[in-house]
Antibody
Framework: QVQLQESGPGLVKPSGTLSLTCAVSGGSISSSNWWSWVRQPPGKGLEWIGE???????NYNPSLKSRVTISVDKSRNQFSLKVNSVTAADTAVYYC??????????WGQGTLVTVSS | EIVMTQSPATLSVSPGERATLSCRASQSVRTNLAWYQQKPGQAPRLLIFGSYTRATGVPARFSGTGSGTEFTLTISSLQSEDFAVYHC??????????FGGGTKVEIK
């Protein structure tokens, strides 16, 4: 059973960079899954940020593409998210997920990131 | 971008009753539609993919129908553990993958 676990700072200053890592266990990141980041502002719906596969190919949400980088570290079986120039609008619970064929079979527990000075 | 619209925003149902949730896509997504259940403080859980295929371990009281732009999730007899928020998601167009705003199923 694949399990995902997010980690990273829970507080980021405005204009700074949000950095999160998702550790994959119970399976290989080199499987046929795509590995995604999804966020959920407090009390709101889900927003897909982007995804990466084991070879490093990426797809990003056009609304965030200019500020987002997703990378993969196969040796550590993990993938990461960076969001630059953050504002209060980036405050959200950030989930990592594994999607095969476009639907999300696996989810991390989520981590709240607050953007505040 | 394909916009997903869910209705109603909140559905009040008594335990044992049937719940019917709707999801509409702004353009056809064929059957590339998934449903998720999310309880407070938890990550979403995949219930249905391919519009009607239940994910592993999902009880048979959950069923999905629809194709094109109109989709329905039906919970045939609500159990206490089914009160949650339900999200639909399209994966016909991956640029970007999009979710609906969610339907909260609450106890009447």
């Amino acid at each position: 059973q694949v399990q995902l676990q997010e980690s990273g700072p829970g507080l980021v200053k405005p204009s700074g960079t949000l950095s999160l890592t998702c550790a994959v266990s119970g399976g290989s990141i080199s499987s046929s899954n795509w590995w995604s980041w999804v966020r959920q502002p407090p009390g709101k719906g889900l927003e897909w940020i982007g995804e990466i596969n084991h070879s490093g190919s990426t797809n990003y949400n056009p609304s965030l593409k200019s500020r987002v980088t997703i990378s993969v570290d196969k040796s550590r079986n993990q993938f990461s998210l960076k969001v630059n120039s953050v504002t209060a609008a980036d405050t959200a619970v950030y989930y990592c997920g594994g999607n095969y064929g476009g639907h999300f079979d696996y989810w991390g527990q989520g981590t709240l990131v607050t953007v505040s000075s | 971008e394909i916009v997903m619209t869910q209705s109603p925003a909140t559905l009040s149902v008594s335990p044992g009753e049937r719940a019917t949730l709707s999801c509409r896509a702004s353009q056809s997504v064929r059957t590339n539609l998934a449903w998720y259940q999310q309880k407070p403080g938890q990550a979403p859980r995949l219930l249905i993919f391919g519009s009607y295929t239940r994910a592993t371990g999902v009880p048979a009281r959950f069923s999905g129908t629809g194709s094109g732009t109109e989709f329905t999730l039906t919970i045939s007899s609500l159990q206490s553990e089914d009160f949650a928020v339900y999200h639909c998601q399209q994966y016909h167009n991956w640029s970007p993958l999009t979710f609906g705003g969610g339907t909260k199923v609450e106890i009447k």
